[in-house]
Each structure stands twice: as structure tokens, then as C-alpha cells.
């Protein structure tokens, strides 16, 4: 993809969370929420801790999802019964239209959003009706660990609360992603591949990661209108690259870039709060060295491995297995490891190079929603605990494919002393490559109903990635 050739940013039309509402009706009303109302709470304004400065504000999630609002300190209410949708506004006076510009009418807001009527958050108890129980999110996000924050208005105490409906069936919804979903979700991978191009393009020796942080992100906002990023970027050189999560404060992106250097770019825009999440590897100067040769491809063949094997019925674990399968391989015949793969593979050898999960659910979060449902056991063993979905796919899923095989001194010295692993290491050869750092290939791919399609199309062979960098 070529930025400057982008025309203009995606439309976004409100059909889109009104498709979503209609779906969220039609689940609630075969549960016992049947004759209740949806309440639900968007984010709220903040502040940088005990500052005047106001952050720059993102919707709450599962809020967009359902009403698609753009504005901070909104509610949103849903008649289950007969579907009638209501957004609730703060009620905003002349300080806000001086410093912060004209203020919209609930007409506006209803014409924008396309919801059946629109009044103010101060009237959200004279409106919502007390004989009928008010549904509201609440339930644990599997992948943070964090619960739901809890839904508060004046008046709240008056009503009949159910925090249990809700949460499991509007994150059971948002796994599967809507043809209009999906629409955005291609435009944010594209403004994201472009951005991964640039980078490949622009990069030289002696630049500073950041310097190549900074040019992504101005493509993916300056030419694809994407304000925010989907999470915070890793730029990863050298021995950095084996640093799963680099990039944050305290590694913030700042190391020089070194002739030789492998890197690990993992990075993804976000539009219309739909995200991408991509990495890409290569090495600094544009040439692959024997040694980045292999590691690289072996992580290659376990994506594409991946890919190929994807469609419905298919068991997400069992992904994460054949990735590892091909790794241990390569690894195998490059002499890192002595043994056969089963055996290796059993042995949990895998974790060692590759201790994450092979990817997640992506869509309105970047590790989205649904994840582990009831009935869905969580792995248990090194490395495949790591998942954040074990779940069977289906059409309409949205999932990253990110394996990678890293030389973390952190794990590798710790297992040349045990014997269990020992045994399985060719310490003389690993050695040679506690520097190297580390390499992922991250796409993002929708489930179809005969198989998968890539949404993020980038260099991926080297001939590909070399030709790309000469240029």
C-alpha cells in the first residue's frame, strides 16, 4: 500500500453501531433481560493527574461499540422490548462554548448518531422507567485481569440493577466482526502497512528508534487520518528486539540503530477506535546475514504454516502448536537443539524461544474482547498459557498470526542449568546468538468460511522485504 495514493480518510456512517445495537437486542431478548433496558456508561473525561491538562480523550470500548459516540461523559440506554435507543448528554453551559467551541444540540446528536432520541445525563432517572431492571456491564476482562467499571448516575439506587446478562453476550457479539466492522478494520490495516513501508523505506544505520516510532505515526495521522495508535509502539534493534514489550517508558524507543542490527517493528494505527496490530522484521542495513536468514524464515514458515491450516473448526491451541513445531525445527537443523520435535515439543523447549501466545482477538482493542468465555479452559503449559484465546474459530473472527523466535538471556541462562532442559540445548550454539535479539511476524487475519485473509499486506519474503529497502 502507498499512502499518497489513499484518497481521502474512510466514511464512517452510524448504520454501522446501529447494526450492532439491533444484534445486541436480539441476543439480550432470548435471555432473561428480555423485558429489561440496557444502561451503559461511555468513558468520561481525564485529567494528567492532578493537573488542568485533559488527556486526549478515546471512547470506552464496548460504549463505541454499541452507539459509536465520539464525545466524553455520555451514557447510552437500549429498551430490550422494543429496541428504542436513547443517548444521554452532559448539559453543557457557556464556559464550555467559549473555550472549547459551539455546542452541539440533541437534534445534532440524534441526526449524527442516529438514535431514537436524545436527552440530558441530568435526566437519565426521570427518564429511564423505574418497573423495569436496568442491565449494566459487569464482568472480568481476561486479558487484563481488570472488571468493568461499575455504571453511576443520581439516582441509581432506585432501580432494580442485573450486572450478569449483559457483559458475556455483548462480549460474546464483539468477537465476531460485522461486514461494516471489517471495512474499517481493512482501512486501519492498510494505513498501517503503509506506515510499516515507510519505516522499511527510510531506515538507515545511526538512526535512533524513535526516529522511526515518529515517522510511522506521523504517516498513519498525517496521510490516514488515524489520531491515536492501537497501543504504544515498539521499535526494537538489535538485542532490543528480544524484548517482548519494549518500547515502554523505561525503554522507551531511544537506543542508536547499528549496521547489522536486526528489528522488530510492532506497530498499528487505529481508526474509528478499530485497530491494527502488526510487525514487521528486517534488518537494519536492508541485507539479511546468514544467521537472520534462518531465524527469520523459520518464523515465516510457522506464520504462513498458520494462515494456511486456518478455518473454521479449527482449535486456536493447536495453532500455537504447529507454529512451535515449525520453529523447533529450524532449530533442529540449524543445531541450536538435539532431539526429535515431538519430543521438544512435549518437553515445552518451545517456550524458551517463542513464551508468548501465537495471537489474539483484535477489533476495538487491540488484545479484544471474549477471549475465554464460559467453558473455554485456559492451557496450563509454558508458553501456550500465554494464549489469550484457546476457543475454536469461527467465520467473522479477526485474529492476530504473530509467531516469533527470540534469545532472551533471561529464560536461556536460567535453562542451561536445568538438566530437564539442558539436555536439549546446544549451549556452544545458542550462545552465538544471545545478541541477536529476536524476530515476529504479526498479521492480521480474518476467519472466513473456507479459510483466512490476510488484512495486512507487507513485505513479508526477504527478497521481498530487501527489494522494498533498496528502493
Not at 217 to 231: T, W
Amino acid at each position: 500500500p502507498q499512502l499518497s495514493k489513499m484518497a481521502t480518510r474512510l466514511p464512517i456512517h452510524p448504520s454501522l453501531h446501529t447494526e450492532n445495537r439491533v444484534r445486541l437486542v436480539q441476543a439480550l431478548r432470548q435471555t432473561e433481560g428480555k423485558d429489561a433496558i440496557v444502561v451503559m456508561q461511555g468513558g468520561a473525561t481525564t485529567y494528567r493527574h492532578d493537573t488542568d491538562h485533559e488527556d486526549l480523550f478515546r471512547q470506552e470500548s464496548n460504549f463505541h461499540w454499541t452507539f459509536g459516540v465520539e464525545e466524553a461523559d455520555c451514557f447510552g440506554a437500549i429498551d430490550v422490548a422494543t429496541g428504542h435507543s436513547t443517548l444521554f448528554i452532559p448539559r453543557l453551559g457557556l464556559e464550555y462554548a467559549v473555550w472549547m467551541g459551539e455546542i452541539a444540540t440533541p437534534e445534532q446528536f440524534k441526526a449524527r448518531y442516529e438514535v431514537d432520541s436524545v436527552r440530558f445525563t441530568d435526566e437519565i432517572a426521570a427518564v429511564l422507567s423505574k418497573s423495569k431492571t436496568l442491565l449494566f456491564i459487569h464482568g472480568l476482562n481476561t486479558d487484563s485481569g481488570a472488571t468493568s467499571p461499575a455504571v453511576s448516575f443520581e439516582g441509581v439506587s432506585e432501580y432494580t440493577i442485573d450486572r450478569v446478562i449483559l457483559h458475556p453476550v455483548i462480549t460474546g457479539l464483539r468477537v465476531f466482526k460485522t461486514p461494516a466492522e471489517q471495512r474499517v478494520l481493512r482501512y486501519a490495516a492498510e494505513v498501517s502497512a503503509a506506515g510499516h513501508v515507510a519505516v522499511m523505506k527510510a531506515i538507515r544505520p545511526g538512526m535512533s528508534e524513535y526516529e522511526l516510532e515518529s515517522l510511522f505515526l506521523h504517516h498513519c495521522y498525517g496521510k490516514g487520518g488515524c489520531r491515536h495508535a492501537s497501543y504504544t509502539c515498539i521499535c526494537a534493534a538489535g538485542g532490543n528486539s528480544a524484548v517482548l514489550h519494549y518500547g515502554h517508558a523505561g525503554a522507551p524507543n531511544r537506543a542508536a540503530i547499528r549496521d547489522g542490527d536486526m528489528c522488530l517493528f510492532d506497530m498499528g494505527a487505529e481508526y474509528h477506535c478499530y485497530g491494527a496490530d502488526i510487525t514487521c522484521s528486517f534488518p537494519a542495513n536492508g541485507t539479511f546475514t546468514p544467521q537472520q536468514r534462518w531465524v527469520y524464515n523459520a518464523v515465516l514458515d510457522a506464520n504462513r504454516a498458520v494462515i494456511a491450516a486456518i478455518r473454521p473448526g479449527v482449535a486456536w491451541p493447536d495453532m500455537h502448536l504447529l507454529a512451535e513445531r515449525v520453529i523447533i525445527k529450524a532449530l533442529v537443523d540449524n543445531g541450536l537443539l538435539v532431539g526429535e520435535v515431538e519430543e521438544l515439543l512435549q518437553a515445552r523447549v518451545g517456550a524458551l524461544f517463542m513464551p508468548h501466545g501465537l495471537g489474539h482477538f483484535l477489533g476495538i482493542d487491540t488484545h479484544d474482547v471474549g477471549g475465554y468465555p464460559s467453558g473455554v479452559e485456559r492451557p496450563t503449559a509454558p508458553g501456550i498459557k500465554r494464549l489469550r484465546t484457546a476457543r475454536v474459530l469461527e467465520e467473522n473472527m479477526y485474529i492476530t498470526v504473530e509467531p516469533g523466535l527470540y534469545f532472551i538471556e533471561a529464560l536461556l541462562l536460567p535453562a542451561f542449568e536445568d538438566a530437564a532442559m539442558a539436555k536439549y540445548l546446544v549451549k556452544e550454539k545458542i550462545s552465538q546468538y544471545l545478541k541477536f535479539g529476536g524476530v515476529r511476524i504479526e498479521d492480521d487475519v480474518l476467519v472466513t468460511a473456507t479459510g483466512a485473509e490476510i488484512f495486512s499486506v507487507v513485505p513479508r519474503t526477504i527478497e521481498e522485504i530487501e527489494a522494498t529497502m533498496r528502493h
